[in-house]
């Protein structure tokens, strides 16, 4: 979705004239906040005991993780910590959707706070158009902050009319809090790549994600507090009441929230287990028996404050930064899944430097066909046939191939699209955020990421991508010239049908890409 940014600013290129007539907006004068910080005095909350349940030895350095690959399992972990949160839920998102998902979502929270529990949300402020409603009456009700991070000055109902009134102002809003994060009670959090929407929950009839999340407690949860209390306390994260305030009385707001948030469809039914043959969150947190591996955790977080930095600056000290260099220390064997794969000059001389000393390098990624970022997908195109020469091996993820496998979810009639941010490095650790390899995330977005050195949670994962029904969809390789791409598909046979030009018909989108690219420049992407 990031570059609906892009395409809402050549859109609006030719609206410019308009904007010197009205006028742009501009943001109130800030005022000063006391600081507020996550609680600590957490032991005796049922998630503290939980999480502090069976630690190896009572070490104090090691953190439990496990997976969560299907989305069903991924969202009843958040709904469940939300329902037994009983001091803090801390919740940061690139993005919270007005659908079913994201209103089942809010509910949730809403519930949470009724109990008296302190919920703060932290929500990037680019994708809010239309939302001010939802979330100033959620902010209503007692126990209960709403923050926007990085805020358009436009409050108008669309994203483009927000990027008019905002134009002059591009240079900062293009900048954005891309992380996501769900804490509570500072003892539990599920982090990923997810949003909260419904392509993201296998909820949308068009298209959903294929995606991933870890759930963690231990003592990197206690460091993803820290990380959220950065950002809550930042100069760029305003309260809601600053930006968009009530209209009405709080009374009626939250009359107003329970009314909107009562048009959310309920949930589908969750499977006893889930492909990994774990039974949901919601249930061992009732049990007590949390599946989980104890290993050590690294947690990189973004300064908020990259933002404000010139992309030198900002790739310095961050998450980019931090999982380049994990994926470089490699000894045998990379594989990366990424929705948006731009390596540039300096990730092709890595992957290149990798692979003359004997190492392997996988990559995963959408094929035109199945990404929503077609700009993005023109991107990594350029270096596409420079990879296979190297010797990257390549996959792109196929729009109706992939979700046969069933082992990421039930798609039904609906294309499958990679969003999964994720590395295995040498089967030993496995990295999972918020980040995409690309200038965007390197640079002008902030981030989260965590390395897991657990070659038991990477099984994990070889075990749901070496299922003898997974099908990526195609795979790459050059043709016999050497210089043009060809696209290789299984038959039912186990065969390959080879496609020598793009699967699809896409001829409007390459156009389009052909003449944007050059004006918007991989410095956006």
């Known amino acids: 979705m990031r570059a609906s940014l892009i395409r809402g600013f050549t859109a609006l290129v030719g609206a410019l004239a308009a904007a010197w007539l009205t006028g742009c907006v501009s943001l109130p004068p800030p005022e000063p906040r006391a600081p507020v910080t996550a609680f600590t005095d957490v032991g005796q909350t049922e998630l503290g005991q939980l999480a502090a349940k069976g630690v190896p030895g009572d070490s104090t350095a090691l953190s439990g993780f496990r997976l969560l690959p299907e989305a069903a399992f991924a969202f009843d972990a958040r709904i469940s910590l939300a329902r037994h949160a009983e001091k803090s839920l801390d919740v940061q998102y690139y993005l919270i959707q007005k659908d079913d998902v994201g209103l089942l979502f809010l509910k949730e929270l809403r519930e949470a706070a009724a109990r008296g529990v302190r919920v ?245 990624t959408n094929s035109l066909g199945a990404t929503d970022e077609p700009l993005a997908y023109a991107g990594y195109e350029r270096y596409r046939a420079d990879m296979l020469k190297i010797g990257v091996t390549i996959y792109e993820i196929a729009p109706m191939l992939t979700a046969r496998s069933g082992q990421f979810g039930d798609f039904g009639k609906t294309i499958s699209r990679l969003h999964a941010k994720l590395a295995v490095i040498d089967d030993e650790r496995f990295f999972v955020g918020s980040m995409n390899l690309d200038h965007r995330s390197a640079a002008v977005n902030t981030e989260v990421g965590l390395v897991i050195d657990s070659p038991e949670l990477v099984a994990d994962y070889n075990k749901l991508m070496n299922s003898q029904r997974i099908n990526l969809g195609y795979r790459l390789r050059l043709a016999p010239n050497g210089r043009r791409v060809q696209w290789l598909e299984y038959d039912d046979a186990g065969g390959d049908i080879v496609h020598e030009d793009e699967p699809g018909e896409f001829l409007w989108l390459r156009f389009k890409n052909w003449l944007l690219l050059p004006i918007v420049g991989e410095e956006l992407l």
């Open 120 to 364: 703060r949300l932290l929500v990037d402020d680019l994708y809010t158009a239309g939302e001010d409603e939802v979330f100033s009456s959620f902010s209503a009700f007692p126990n209960v902050e709403v923050r926007l991070f990085n805020p358009l000055p436009s409050r108008a109902d669309s994203l483009a009319t927000r990027l008019l009134f905002s134009l002059t102002d591009f240079g900062r809003i293009n900048h954005r809090m891309h992380n996501k994060m769900l804490i509570a009670d500072n003892s539990f959090a599920v982090s990923g790549g997810r949003n909260i929407g419904n392509e993201y929950f296998m909820r949308s009839t068009a298209a959903n994600f294929i995606d991933m999340d870890v759930i963690s407690s231990g003592a990197v949860v206690r460091q993803m507090s820290e990380g959220f209390d950065r950002y809550w306390n930042s100069s760029h994260a305003w309260p809601i009441e600053r930006i968009a305030p009530l209209r009405t009385t709080p009374e009626a707001a939250q009359q107003r929230f329970d009314a909107i948030v009562r048009t959310a469809v309920p949930d589908v039914p969750i499977r006893p287990r889930d492909v990994l043959n774990k039974s949901p969150v919601g249930e061992q947190l009732i049990t007590g028996k949390i599946d989980r591996y104890w290993a050590l955790g690294t947690l990189f977080v973004d300064d908020p404050e990259k933002i404000t930095r010139k992309a030198d600056d900002a790739y310095a000290g961050s998450v980019t930064e931090g999982a380049l260099s994990v994926i470089n220390s490699a000894r045998r064997e990379v594989k990366i899944g990424s929705p948006y794969f731009i390596p540039g000059t300096r990730g092709m001389e890595m992957m290149k430097k990798a692979i003359e000393s004997g190492g392997r390098i996988t990559v995963i």
